[in-house]
C-alpha cells in the first residue's frame, strides 16, 4: 500500500486549508475549527502521526 500523495492527490497543508487558524493560546498556537481542537503543532501533523492518513477534514481555501 502506498501512503505517499500522488500526482493527483497534493499532500494536505494546513496552510491550504479553510478550517485553519491560529490562536492566542501560545502553548497551543494552531486551531482545527473542523475537528474543533488546537495543538503545538500544525493540525494536519497531529492527525498523520495520531491515525496515519491524511486529514480527511481538509478543505482547500477558496481561490486555490
Not at 3 to 16: L, M, R
Not at 31 to 50: D, G, H, T, Y
Request: overall charge positive; aromatic content about 10%.
Amino acid at each position: 500500500m502506498n501512503d505517499k500523495p500522488t500526482t493527483n492527490q497534493p499532500a494536505v497543508s494546513c496552510w491550504q486549508c479553510r478550517h485553519f487558524n491560529t490562536s492566542w493560546d501560545k502553548n497551543f498556537p494552531y486551531l482545527c475549527r473542523a475537528l474543533n481542537f488546537k495543538s503545538r503543532m500544525l493540525p494536519c501533523i497531529e492527525v498523520r502521526q495520531s491515525d496515519g492518513r491524511e486529514c480527511l477534514a481538509f478543505q482547500g481555501k477558496p481561490g486555490q
